[in-house]
């Protein structure tokens, strides 16, 4: 490949669709949530969000957000190989027509329901890499994701990729792992930077504080002249929520958004970066797309839901994110993409490369990057995986947020995407 281009409320999952493994993990909330700023979760339907700020409310000059497609998103149905003679020919129910593709060039095209991105990917703000994923096949969704998110195999350190990043930074506030919900934080943001959370933009405050200031003042008396770490992570706190309250103070725009889960959140997310309050990293967990049966068509069903859904989302973020549009980009990734051929239950069962969209500031877009494999036609045929996800990370990393990628991804050399530019 490397081919460049210029540029309503979703149906209940089919019972039974899911393997169970991914059934277990959604019982456990992991993919329910909405609104969280760096560590970890707070949960409403299908949607969640974390994020981390820089140290003392220090306006940042990138913002990061990590959209995880949970469940494992079949990128050959989001982004269709459709000159690929084999994509057709192995899905004889589920395949996409070529004529109703967008943004189509001799190899790929969007799904239709991606309509509301085209006005990035025509501005050249939105651009997809194709054939990525893990080194190796992993087909776990706990394994993979653990994986994807820890990106350092092998080593015994409990840290993910997006903390590492927090702690090239300045600084060691609150605010630089911030959970705007509750919950479990992410394998990615998890590590030695710490971390503050709260269930919504609006609740950030000190547990009990009361309107007039009493138990401020009483936890002032308590700990300002205290001299243990416990006295200095209470004023650390202090301080952080205080310099939270523009995000506080910036308009709710949720009302632009699809009434979805996903857009609930982003609303959330494109609000607390407008606060300005020195945001650098945020996850967002969108659930549901464990599709091993009942994917639909190419004009209804769970597939059309849930890309309606992703791409109504990210457009409203974009539009929402006024004088904070020019420092913000945002990728998508999955734990792992599904096999070439439907399955007799009219789905995918797990399968190993996928597709990222990076779009927003700095990307390269109205275009397709990657080097294309070719796809097979036997029952366990895969897409390949040509481009390790963390070149596209670490190209992000390097280019947005001027940061050392052997620092956030140790034992890793990465390939060059072409998909960013600096800074």
């Not at 670490?394 to 620092?407: L, P, Y």
């Amino acid at each position: 490949m490397t081919s460049r281009t210029p540029a309503s409320p979703a149906a209940p999952t089919p019972p039974d669709a899911c393997c169970a493994e991914f059934a277990a993990v959604s019982r456990r909330g992991l993919f329910s949530g909405a609104v969280a700023l760096a560590g970890a979760t707070t949960f409403v339907g299908s949607a969640a969000i974390t994020a981390s700020a820089s140290a003392a409310a220090t306006p940042a000059t990138a913002v990061l957000v990590v959209l995880s497609l949970r469940g494992a998103a079949d990128g050959l149905s989001l982004v269709v190989p459709h000159g690929d003679a084999a994509y057709a020919a192995s899905r004889p129910t589920i395949a996409v027509p070529t004529e109703r593709l967008l943004a189509r060039d001799h190899t790929f095209g969007l799904h239709p329901e991606l309509a509301p991105l085209l006005p990035l990917w025509e501005a050249g703000t939105l651009a997809a890499v194709h054939a990525t994923g893990l080194p190796a096949p992993n087909r776990s969704h706990f394994a993979a994701m653990e994986a994807v998110e820890d990106a350092d195999p092998g080593s015994a350190a409990r840290s993910g990729w997006l903390n590492r990043l927090i702690g090239t930074t300045p600084g060691s506030s609150p605010l630089q792992g911030f959970n705007l919900a509750g919950g479990v934080t992410p394998t990615s943001l998890y590590g030695p930077a710490a971390t503050m959370s709260a269930g919504k933009v609006d609740a950030v405050r000190l547990p009990g504080e009361d309107d007039d200031g009493r138990r401020r003042r009483s936890l002032h008396t308590l700990w300002d002249h205290h001299g243990s770490v416990l006295a200095r992570g209470m004023r650390a706190t202090y301080a952080a929520v205080d310099q939270f309250d523009p995000a506080k103070a910036a308009a709710d725009n949720s009302a632009a958004y699809p009434k979805t889960d996903l857009g609930r959140a982003m609303a959330q997310v494109a609000r607390a970066i407008r606060g300005n309050v020195g945001i650098e990293v945020m996850t967002v967990d969108h659930g549901d797309w464990d599709m091993h049966a009942g994917l639909g068509t190419d004009e209804q069903g769970w597939m059309v839901n849930n890309a309606r859904e992703l791409a109504g989302a990210i457009a409203a973020f974009f539009d929402d994110l006024g004088d904070q549009r020019s420092k913000v980009t945002l990728v998508t990734i999955s734990e792992f993409g599904r096999r070439v051929v439907e399955n007799a239950s009219r789905g995918l069962d797990h399968g190993y490369g996928n597709v990222m969209f990076v779009a927003g500031a700095g990307v390269r877009g109205g275009a397709y990057y990657g080097s294309w494999p070719g796809l097979g036609t036997s029952q366990d045929a895969d897409l390949l995986v040509t481009t390790d996800y963390r070149s596209v990370l670490a190209e992000i990393v390097s280019k947005r947020f001027g940061a050392s990628t052997a620092k956030v991804f140790p034992h890793f050399s990465p390939e060059s995407v072409g998909v960013m530019t600096s800074l």
